[in-house]
């Protein structure tokens, strides 16, 4: 393949994945393995998605791969190592003109190749692939559906959270109250005392007032979320089909 006839439409595509090409993308929140039943001494961690993938079968020993980098218009060329019947993993597929000719390629990986980060593809002639592999845009509308539906599991399945203060000082208690039987606001007033560094504890409930969220701690006191750090999170298990489950990653 002279790469040199190809458009340079193929760089300006590939720019589009950047955010999301080669990455897992963070949900950052308190996570556990899905599909597990939880308990108060689980660490807390963030969850990481995974991209789908389209596993393929090299047709040749050392095919060719195509490489575009990040700062670079046209693509290069380089040896893949890649011997006949590998199993490779494809993401989602673009084209580009070759002369008269329109080439598919398949997106493998990011790389860093002679000290560039570069995108990598390998020709679609080259490898016979054990499904569709999903177009550039049809690959990202995917990945955020995934993201949102594993979230959005995750946010039903939680039942509680353990908090302490950050602060060695503690953390003040805050009691709500409504200045009149009439009124429908809430206000949050800071009391005397405090919670004290290194206890913990558990709250099902956050509340948000203005742009500040209080953290109910029980016994009519809340705190000031910003005070706290997360210790641990207890889920249910995970209301999701194998597929997207298999997506899940604990860091």
Known sequence: MKTKKLFTSLAAAVM????LAGTGMAMGQPVH?????????????????KHRTVSAIVNSDNPKLV?????QANPDQIDSNYTKGQTIN????????????????YYIENRTINGKESFVFIPST???????VPTESAFVEQANNDVKAIQDAYK???????????????????????????????????SKKTIKYGKKYKSSMIVKNGKTRYVYI?????????????????YAPLNLPDDLKNLIVEN
């Open 67 to 71: 490489v575009v980098a990040k700062d």
């Open 33 to 49: 393995a899905a599909g597990t039943t939880q308990s108060s001494n689980t660490k807390t961690g963030n969850v990481s998605v």
């Open 126 to 132: 080259d490898v016979t692939t054990s499904g569709n």
């Open 156 to 190: 039903r399945s939680l039942q509680y959270i353990t908090v302490t203060p950050k602060s060695k000082k503690g953390a003040k208690i805050y009691y709500a109250y409504k200045k009149s039987k009439k009124s429908k606001k809430i206000t949050f007033a800071a």
């Open 16 to 19: 589009l994945s950047a955010g």
């Open 218 to 234: 029980g016994k009519k006191r809340y705190v000031k979320q910003s005070a706290l750090k997360i210790v641990s999170a207890k």
């Open 90 to 105: 494809v993401l989602w597929s673009t084209e580009a003109k070759q002369g008269d000719k329109t080439v598919t390629l």
